[in-house]
């Protein structure tokens, strides 16, 4: 009885036979996204633009018994994403899952926020992500099923000085998710957003090496400390998973109760 019920958990969580595509993997969120996902049974493709990286994170997931394989694209240009996606038929890779996870920041003050800098910003965290989905998103319908996960941020919910064009690609991106999942819902495809708090990774150093930074954690987030990637592997499976079936244009704040209170 007691494995019985083991194994209904199991179906719920269990990514046997999916294929899933990861931007950004190459490091921190993306790379742990990989992780978990692979660990749930899905083979893996991982995307970034450090190959090196993406190589090591393959080999390490292949040591543990998946199978990943590693692409290299940069996401931040049209060409770059056209290539990728071209890439990608030529191998006959047809994805189940796509996390489009990755992203950048610019820490300019708004004064000095420049059109470059802005269309970069917009470029990677916005553009990317649709026209990514739009060109895998007709598999997914084909087999009538799929999940989509966009990864969002808490500035999809809140404005946050020094950080306007990443602010303004999150909360497009909430719009987007919300858009896409009133129409992919249709084809069996589950579209939703995940919000990550403060999680260490490299898009922060600057802010994990600034003890006042450091104080307004501890003070505003209810479990007093920085989220860690591994945070995240349970909210992530959950949104790649049969278990998310329900779940379309939702999204998933996980910041440890940041944003839940005053
Ligand atoms: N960490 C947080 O506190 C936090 C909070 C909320 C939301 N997020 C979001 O989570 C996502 C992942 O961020 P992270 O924290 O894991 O940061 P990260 O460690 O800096 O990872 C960013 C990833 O994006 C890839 N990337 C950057 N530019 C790219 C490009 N032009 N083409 C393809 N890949 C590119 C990077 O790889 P390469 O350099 O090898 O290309 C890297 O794998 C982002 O969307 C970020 O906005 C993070």
Known sequence: MATERLAEIDALFSLAGRTALITGASGGIGAATARVLAAAGAR?????????????????LRASGAEALALRADLG???????????LAAAGEAPDILVNNAGMIDRAAFDDVSRPGWDE???????APMFLTQALIPAMRARGWGRVVNIASILAL??????????????????????MAAELGQDGVCVNALCP???RTEINTVLQQD????????ARVPLQRWGETA???????????PAASYLNGHMLVVDGGMTAVH
């Open 121 to 127: 910003v917009i470029g990677l965290n916005l553009t």
């Open 44 to 60: 893996v493709i991982l995307i970034a633009r450090n190959l090196d990286r993406l190589e090591e994170e393959a080999a390490h």
């Open 77 to 87: 240009t049209e060409q770059g994403l056209e290539a990728l996606v071209a890439a």
């Open 158 to 179: 809140q404005g946050k000085k020094n950080a306007h064009s990443y602010t303004a690609s999150k909360h497009a991106i909430a719009g987007l998710t919300r858009s």
């Open 211 to 218: 003890a006042g930074f450091g104080a307004m954690i501890a």
């Open 231 to 241: 945070d995240l592997a349970g909210p992530l499976l959950l949104l790649c998973s």
């Open 197 to 199: 708090g403060y999680i």
